[in-house]
């Protein structure tokens, strides 16, 4: 089916450490991903995206991985910080027809503590 | 900010009414994508618009439909509310010369169908 899963629902970290948010995709086919954050009452927000001729790429504090073997991306964010806390959310692209969506998953709690 | 708006911010409706939402796509951009995102899920894809045409169709029934303008503006208009139809409604702009792949979204309406 068509699916994009996160193995972690909430992730706790302290201010100054890494986080590592990861993501299973189930579409070979999918040639774009994008991570999202999402704050409480407001809409996605675009953080870094990553095409399927890469395996990684790099942001100001956050770098994606993705690797196409297992269909597996993860989204690090370095120092994170309390404004890092939010739900992420990774998507694939699925391209149907002429047409482009978004399939996401239910998205990773991610609660930075001072 | 993304430059996607979407209007009224807040919406409550009661069973068997008719809703319509409003989006404005970001400049530069021709494509329009609405999606549904019940509490605590990640946004579903309901349709695509392009050229004022819909290009891409979900999972949802035709009592969800919409329209798209010249000035690449959309409505989502909802039949028959049912009280499953309380979400959280996103739309996404892209496309066009400024646009490419990535989906950029508004902040949202907020549905509540008693």
């Known amino acids: 089916g068509e699916s994009v899963g996160l193995h972690l629902p909430t992730l706790s970290v302290q201010e100054g450490d890494n986080s590592i948010i990861n993501c299973a995709y189930s579409n070979s086919a999918s040639d774009y991903f994008i991570w999202y954050k999402q704050e409480s009452g407001k809409g996605p927000q675009f953080i870094i995206d990553?095409?399927?001729?890469?395996d990684k790429r790099q942001g100001q504090r956050v770098t994606v991985l993705l690797n196409k073997t297992v269909k597996h991306l993860s989204l690090q964010i370095a120092a994170t910080q309390p404004g890092d806390s939010a739900v992420y959310f990774c998507a694939e692209t699925l391209r149907s027809g002429g047409y482009n969506k978004l399939i996401f998953g239910a998205g990773t709690r991610l609660a930075v503590h001072p | 900010e993304t430059g996607v708006t979407q209007s009224p911010t807040h919406l409550i409706k009661t069973r068997g009414q008719q809703v319509t939402l409003r989006c404005s796509s970001q400049s530069g951009h021709n494509t329009v994508s609405w999606y549904q995102q019940a509490l605590g899920q990640g946004p579903q894809f309901i349709f695509q618009y392009y050229r004022e045409e819909e290009n891409g169709r979900g999972n949802f029934p035709p009592r969800f439909s919409g329209l798209q303008f010249p000035n690449y503006s959309s409505e989502l208009n909802v039949n028959a509310l049912e009280l499953d139809d309380s979400a959280l409604y996103l739309c996404?702009?892209?496309?066009?010369?400024?646009?490419?792949?990535?989906?950029?979204f508004g902040p949202g309406t907020r549905l509540t169908v008693l």
């Open positions: 996404a702009s892209t496309g066009g010369l400024a646009g490419g792949d990535t989906q950029y």
């Open positions: 990553i095409r399927s001729n890469m």
